[in-house]
């Protein structure tokens, strides 16, 4: 099945970009980032800016837009069957150059997750800005 990823939550001003691989059922499903209750994303957004599960969706964004935090996915397509990252095939990339252009005050990249961590040194690394650093982070996902 072929899958596609959202549009990034970002303003122009944005320092940080957190980037998973590819939404799961569930997001796509709500069409909503870490849409999944088990994810811990937004508990952990909730403790840093205030922006937790309880707040409604809309306005969690808003709150990560004043806060100049950025979410997007490596992936814009792929190939899965379900929501595992090990299901991941045929990865086509988000288009990172047009992006950081847009965005150029981006300084630091959590990656979250090993498979956004490696496709994002696969297919993005590249596009870095200069001055900008990333992390691979644990994954957020219960999986």
């Not at 937004?42 to 964004?61: K, V």
């Not at 990865?91 to 990249?109: K, M, Q, S, Y």
């Amino acid at each position: 099945m072929i899958i596609q990823s959202f549009k990034p939550i970002a303003a122009p001003d944005a320092e940080i970009l957190i980037l998973g691989s590819m939404p799961g059922i569930a997001s796509l499903e709500a069409n909503q980032y870490y849409a999944h209750l088990r994810n811990a994303f937004w508990r952990i957004m909730g403790e840093l800016f205030g922006a937790g599960i309880e707040t409604p969706y809309a306005e969690r964004q808003e709150i990560l837009l004043a806060r100049r935090v950025a979410v997007w996915d490596v992936l814009q397509f792929c190939q899965r069957y379900g929501s595992l990252d090990s299901n991941i095939k045929d990865e086509v990339p988000n288009d990172f150059a047009r992006f950081f252009a847009a965005h150029p005050h981006i300084r630091r990249i959590g990656l979250n997750g090993g498979k956004a961590a490696k496709s994002f040194d696969k297919h993005a690394s590249i596009y870095l800005p200069t001055g900008a650093a990333s992390v691979a982070l644990p994954s957020t996902s219960s999986a």
